[in-house]
């Protein structure tokens, strides 16, 4: 029989840079870091991440098809959000994972970029109980880039798991404890959904 805490829903956050040099390569490990983020977080495991070109549909890709649910946090509008894209068929393929997301919610406060990547990142480092980067391990170059939530995070003290963007190894940036709660307190997805629709349209 399964626990209620193997099936409390935990939020896995991710961030990862837009410009990605071997894309099946870091598919592949973010399959193989999911499964075993689902494994220490349990069966109530929901990811939540932007939908920003790169590393964020590679990461929201993953996980639609592991059937690891995913929410889906936005900078802007979604017709403004598409400006941020230079390909066509990759907007168009966001859009797509966008729309078999449990929840979608757009970044309070209207402001313009970086800055409102930025609000996003601050959203995911509120909820995640886990985060999974992937990171080239440079230092922050402005505001709302992978390296600034890296540090964040870090400073935080949010379990984070690392993927290095250029080689591809993860590793743990603070460790995961087996068995812990979930930072947001909730026991069940429904109510955890609600909440969150209070606070973004509230």
């Known amino acids: 029989m399964r626990s209620d805490r193997n099936s ?6 991710f961030a990862g840079h837009r410009r990605v040099a071997n894309e099946a390569g870091l ?4 399959r193989e870091e999911l499964v075993m983020m689902k494994e220490r977080l349990g069966d109530g ?3 939540m991440s932007s939908a920003a070109a790169g590393a964020d549909l590679i990461f929201l890709r993953s996980c639609v098809e592991l059937r690891v649910p995913i929410i889906v946090i936005l900078p802007f509008p979604r017709e403004r959000f598409a400006e941020d894209f230079e390909a066509v068929e990759e907007w168009e393929f966001a859009e797509k994972l966008m729309d078999v997301s449990l929840a979608q919610y757009i970044a309070p406060g209207g ?5 409102a990547y930025q609000v996003v990142a601050g959203h995911l480092l509120d909820w995640s109980d886990a985060f999974l980067f992937a990171w ?3 230092p922050p170059q402005g505001v709302g880039g992978t390296e ?3 540090m964040d995070a870090c400073e935080m ?4 798991r690392v993927i290095d963007a250029e080689n591809l190894e993860p590793r743990w940036s603070i460790p995961h404890e087996m068995g812990r709660k979930a930072r947001h307190g909730f026991e069940t997805r429904r109510e955890l959904l609600e909440h969150l629709d209070q606070r973004f349209y509230g």
């Open 8 to 13: 409390q829903p935990k939020l896995l956050g």
């Open 27 to 30: 598919r592949r490990v973010m």
């Open 45 to 47: 495991l929901i990811a």
């Open 111 to 115: 402001h313009a970029a970086p800055e």
């Open 136 to 138: 080239n391990g440079k």
């Open 148 to 150: 600034e939530t890296v």
């Open 157 to 160: 003290g949010i379990p984070s």
